[in-house]
C-alpha cells in the first residue's frame, strides 16, 4: 500500500513525518515550514485510514510501518532519512524503523504500547463518536484552548476524513510493545498522560534520550510550538 504524502522542500536530508490518531499530514503545517527552512526535505504522510490514504479494515501496526517504508522507498530511494512520529504515528515509526533505518528517529509523547483485545465493532463505533466531535473547529476550540483557528480547521478536516474501522483494527489484536533503538530520542509533555516516569525510565535504561516540555499539550507542538523545536536542535537547528 502507497501512502498519500505531502512532498514539500529540497536538501540532502528528508524528515520523514507521521501524525497521531484521528490526525492527519496537515497536522504538522506549521512544523513542515521549519524543517524546510532548515534545508530539509519533508515527506508527511497519511497513515492508512486517514487523510487521503487508502482504507484497510485489516489493518497492524505492523502493515501501516510496511506501508511508510514502502511509500519511502519510492519517494526518497536511498538517501538519508530523519523521522518524527507522534503518539500513534510514532508506534507505527517504531514498528518500521529496522526497514525504514532512520538516522534518528525521534517519538513524540509515546510509550510504544498497544494495549489489544479490542471489540472490533465497539471501538468502531466509539473511535465514529470521537470522529463527529471533532469535526467542528469550534468545537475542538473550546476544549483546546492553545489551538489556533487554523489549527482547528486542519484537524477538523482530519476528523472529517478518518476511517474509524481503519485504526479500531489495530487494537483487536494481542497486546504489542516495542523498543525503540539506543540513540533514539523522546520528547514528552511534562506531565504526560501517555509516557509516564516509569516509561522515561525504561527508555533511559535502553539508551533512550528523553527531554521533556514542561505543560505542553499531548500535540507538543500545537500547544508549545517553540519549545518543541527548541527541544530538537538535531531537526531544527541552523542549517
Not at 517504508?69 to 500513534?88: E, F, K
Not at 514528552?188 to 533511559?204: L, M
Amino acid at each position: 500500500m502507497l501512502l498519500h504524502a505531502l512532498d514539500i522542500g529540497e536538501g540532502p536530508r528528508t524528515a520523514v513525518l507521521l501524525h497521531g490518531l484521528m490526525g492527519s499530514s496537515e497536522s504538522w503545517w506549521r512544523v513542515v515550514p521549519r524543517l524546510v527552512d532548515r534545508g530539509r526535505r519533508v515527506i508527511a504522510l497519511d497513515l492508512p485510514g486517514h487523510g487521503l490514504s487508502p482504507r484497510d479494515p485489516e489493518l497492524t501496526i505492523e502493515r501501516a510501518a510496511s506501508a511508510v517504508v514502502d511509500t519511502v522507498r519510492v519517494l526518497a530511494p536511498g538517501g538519508p532519512v530523519d523521522a518524527i512520529g507522534h503518539s500513534y504515528g510514532a508506534t507505527v515509526l517504531a514498528a518500521a524503523a529496522e526497514q525504514l533505518r532512520p538516522d534518528l528517529a525521534v517519538y513524540v509523547d509515546a510509550a510504544l504500547v498497544l494495549a489489544g483485545g479490542a471489540d472490533r465493532h465497539a471501538l468502531t463505533a466509539a473511535y465514529a463518536q470521537d470522529r463527529l466531535l471533532r469535526m467542528s473547529p469550534d468545537g475542538l476550540r473550546a476544549t483546546r484552548p492553545f489551538s489556533s483557528e487554523r489549527d482547528a480547521e486542519v484537524e477538523a478536516r482530519a476528523a472529517a476524513r478518518f476511517d474509524p474501522a481503519t485504526s479500531a483494527s489495530v487494537s483487536c489484536g494481542p497486546d504489542q510493545a516495542w523498543e525503540a533503538v539506543p540513540g533514539s530520542i523522546v520528547i514528552r509533555a511534562d506531565p504526560s498522560a501517555w509516557v509516564t516516569d516509569q516509561d522515561a525510565r525504561r527508555f533511559e535504561q535502553g539508551g533512550v534520550e528523553v527531554r521533556s516540555v514542561p505543560g505542553a499539550a499531548h500535540t507538543i507542538w500545537y500547544s508549545h510550538f517553540d519549545e518543541f523545536t527548541a527541544s530538537l536542535p538535531e531537526m531544527f537547528g541552523g542549517r
